[in-house]
């Protein structure tokens, strides 16, 4: 009883974090027709600052790190990316109204990760003095990419097997090669190798991780008017979307933080890994995933996989899971 | 005389603030034919960010403000909106060679608040450490908005009357709204919300107050190219236009600083108070106004309107009436 | 044999630098097909900030400087452009395959500066702690803009000799406005008249000099990326652009180099500013200079000379000359 009190209280003191006031400010500036714009060239500009400050940070930390501590996490982030996509395949495929594809793609998007929703996770445990292994972020792409590759096959197998062909092979080359190249992963892969290679301690501390905060709270406006903008379209399709896109960042959250509790024990994954670990699985892919989905799976809806995803996945990620998983370790771990 | 003595000094060694200098290069650079110019999505951001910083501020600041204190300076302010829409229609309106539209319209934008020329000021007051309340700023959407519907009605009135109808209603809601949803009060607004709410003092600091200066001074560049750039639009249209735009600002500011006094002596409202009162009614709108009087008051000619306020109202505001209510309080008060 | 040593672990040390870990990045996304992009707008903003920093910082330094010590390094700054361009015309010029208005364009952009090279080099010096006079930087339009007309006036000349016609005036007051008026050189006059009249130390402490290296490190990530795309355009045209662009840069960068010694020794110009001249000097002009040429030389093909410099020469003044330039001067000057 004095766990869920602890919990409770935990938990709606996170709800007055700045960074959810923005988010949800951003929903409010929509909903009431506000004429406010983030110019698109700031927007991408700040998404490649975020990851690459993120990458920096990781690669340095990388380079001191012990290599087997970090294996065990990174097959866990893998792991959870697999499973994400095959519960949403098994579950949202098999309701009414609900294309093959389109499960796939919303699979797809769930099981990948969010860099604006990791990045709140880093802020948040920063303020609540939780420490984390600073090469944890880097978990970002072991869970991504695997995610996006299974949920473009499966629909390619899919197909083959509706129209009765033998199924094509499919260039699973091709979809990591594209993975890579998406621009999120590209600037989080090349802050990981600068950051790992040449240790630019100065220009990180003194320009990336300086903008961070503040380029984040800009990222939580654009989501949160996103988010209202895209909720038309998610209305258009079969309800069916958004209870997955409700019930599933809860659901991977569980499975990233009991993986993440595991490793904990096994390793020593610190409590504050544990929560990032948790925070992604949670996510959903809103930058780089639905272009890769949108080639991957051509004949799958945008409205409702970016929709259930935009609308709903990331304030619920954002608002619910990253003050829940924060709570939970509070409780858990007894921080 | 030591007064006026005082004055001058005073006022000399304004002029030399790095933040004028900006201003007047920008103005020299348009003037040369430079190639330079600040891309608008960079543009738009940086009016985002001042709007933002100057709103979290004022919001942190309000939530712990007495609000009898507050009540006064924002009644005043209102005041000020409506005197200096009905003082430029029965000046400048009775000119010949000016149009009822163009008059009221005019009037609406020196009426109207300018960020930038607040930024300005609360820049200076800082440099020269005079203390003010931080949510005095806040009172510019007092002054801002009635001074644009003020106008729009006079101008819809004068309309219907001149064509024998009877007078439309004036849709006084939609016009509210419309500035509500300006980027300009939105930003604003959002950041009073996001200040009074979530008290985001770190990303405040870190973010919003250290990019201020900086961006101001980008700003103030891309001011004076545009005051530069507007002149010749101006020269078209009746002189009257000109004389009013340096006119206006001096009188509607010492209107300000005398009601600004009259709260200092009712209300204690401090003397830094006094001046920013007195130079957002001396500032003309130079972001948000325009496209809301457009829509407005469609028969109005932009020339006259944007040229007046553009190419001689805010370069006014800025270089003279800045430095110019700095010395007066400094003389009136003793600073 | 141990200078030589000395010289190979200092120029190795350098090529660990963060700031040419994000030239290589760049290039490696470039290579492997990434679609990380940084926005044009931002692109322009960055170049902005960077020359309104270096023109403010050398403003408030020519302030205070003795004006006889700038005049013999000013002077030589122009003798190199002058030079660079009439050996690159007496070379470049009388290869096979390569067409008189190639050749002058080329040696053109070969003579004029980069900014973005010339801010790698005070990075470099800053974090070895290489002191150098503040207004070094500003040598810069000394050696740009004499480099830019003479190669515009010989290929003007070449031009009406060869059509037998009497040579038509250049008009090279047009040559010398058009240069100012570009963005960049607009730019860094600018924040050179504001740094010496209105000593904006606070504005260029807090924002400009603050975001100087993390500007600097997307902009070198931007020259990586355009450096491997012009590559293609380049093996389009003869190899000896090649060539020419890799020699070119160490070679008028010795001959800045020993010009820089002679200032040395005769009015005491400081190891740090003999290696800011010769790296200025084996800079290529990558940003305003393309644009004054093709426009003064409209019969020069684009492909070779902004090829030969954009995807050799900028790389080689980075990666090679100024960790050789710094390498030497350690050597020469013992520190």
Known sequence: MDLLANFASSFVSQLQSPTLAFLIGGMVLAATGSKLAIPDAVYRFIIFVLLMSIGLHGGMEIREADPTEL????????????IAVLLGAQTLGRLPGVSKDDAYATAGLFGAVSASTLAVA?????????????????????MDIPALILAIVLAS??????????????????????SLRSSALSALLLGLAIGFIAEPREVHEGFYDLLFRG?????????????????????????????????APITHGLIGFGLGYIAHVLVGFSPGGVIILAIIAASNSDISGPPTLRAGIPGANPSSFIGASTSVGTPIAIAVCVPLFVALAEVVFGL
Chains 1, 2, 3 share one sequence.
């Open 215 to 247: 380029f984040l709270s800009v990222l939580m406006l654009v989501m949160g008017m996103e988010a209202w903008a895209r909720l038309s379209e998610l209305r258009r399709v079969a309800h069916w979307y958004a209870a997955y896109a409700v019930i």
């Open 71 to 82: 294996a065990l996490p990174a097959l866990f982030a893998a792991l959870i990316g697999v």
């Open 122 to 142: 880093m802020v948040v445990l920063e303020e609540k003095e939780i420490p984390f292994e600073a090469w944890a972020p880097a978990l970002y792409p072991f």
């Open 157 to 178: 197998l899919a197909k083959a097997k509706q129209s009765g062909e033998k199924a094509k092979r499919v260039a699973i080359g091709e979809i990591i090669k594209d």
